[in-house]
């Protein structure tokens, strides 16, 4: 596998009000937050629903972007955000959902209940994700004959901190 990544540098907002907003925004999902174990932490932000996304973002955009909006007009805040802060909205929201010591977050649909948690190796959510895709194909398609595996067929996007700097992977199986 290999990946090609993208390093974006911050020009009007820097890390501090960055990691001050998600610490906000995670303590509006749940008030506890910071109280408990790491491992609780990591399962909390790999697992929210949509309730508590949207708790988050509505966090995240008043304090980065100081746009206002009701839970229930998040999403329409989120997409008419200007294209130039998305990076600083996309490293702070890394930072309520990604795993792991670099937060990394797979940009990629997972089924109902489960997250990267789920899965010990990126063979493994890769393989899972082929049999998901394959399954909804033939419920789909009835003439649908299938398709033999192939690691990583379809490349992923991913996000996360190496350094404590915000990266975009693009991950392919190159073999």
Same mark, same amino acid.
């Given at each position: 596998?290999?990946?090609?990544? &993208?390093?974006?540098?911050?020009?009007?907002?820097?890390?501090?009000?960055? +990691?001050?907003?998600?610490?906000?925004?995670?303590?509006?999902?749940?008030?506890?937050? =910071?109280? /408990?174990?790491?491992?609780?932490?990591?399962?909390?932000?790999?697992?929210?629903?949509?309730?508590?996304?949207?708790? $988050?973002?509505?966090?995240?955009?008043?304090?980065?972007?100081?746009?206002?909006?009701?839970?229930?007009?998040?999403?329409?805040? /989120?997409?008419?955000?200007?294209?130039?802060?998305?990076?600083?909205?996309? /490293?702070?929201?890394?930072?309520?959902?990604?795993?792991?010591?670099?937060?990394?977050?797979?940009?990629?649909?997972?089924?109902?209940?489960?997250?990267?948690?789920?899965? +010990?190796?990126?063979?493994?959510?890769?393989?899972?994700?082929?049999?998901?895709?394959?399954?909804?194909?033939?419920?789909?398609?009835?003439?649908?004959? !299938?398709?033999?595996?192939?690691?990583?067929? =379809?490349?992923? /996007? $991913?996000?996360?901190? &190496?350094? !404590?700097?915000?990266?975009?992977?693009?991950?392919?199986?190159? !073999?």
């Amino acid at each position: 596998m290999n990946s090609s990544n &993208i390093k974006y540098k911050l020009n009007s907002i820097d890390k501090t009000q960055i +990691t001050a907003a998600a610490r906000r925004a995670l303590m509006a999902a749940d008030s506890n937050y =910071h109280a /408990w174990p790491a491992q609780q932490q990591e399962n909390f932000r790999a697992t929210m629903d949509k309730k508590v996304r949207n708790r $988050v973002e509505r966090v995240l955009l008043d304090s980065l972007l100081d746009i206002q909006c009701s839970i229930d007009d998040v999403d329409k805040a /989120w997409s008419d955000a200007p294209q130039s802060k998305l990076n600083i909205l996309n /490293w702070a929201l890394l930072l309520t959902k990604g795993i792991g010591k670099d937060f990394i977050f797979l940009n990629e649909m997972l089924a109902d209940n489960k997250s990267l948690l789920d899965f +010990t190796t990126l063979y493994d959510y890769n393989y899972a994700d082929y049999l998901f895709q394959e399954q909804a194909n033939k419920k789909e398609f009835s003439d649908y004959e !299938g398709m033999d595996y192939y690691a990583y067929k =379809h490349p992923s /996007w $991913v996000r996360l901190l &190496i350094d !404590g700097d915000f990266y975009w992977l693009y991950v392919k199986y190159s !073999g």
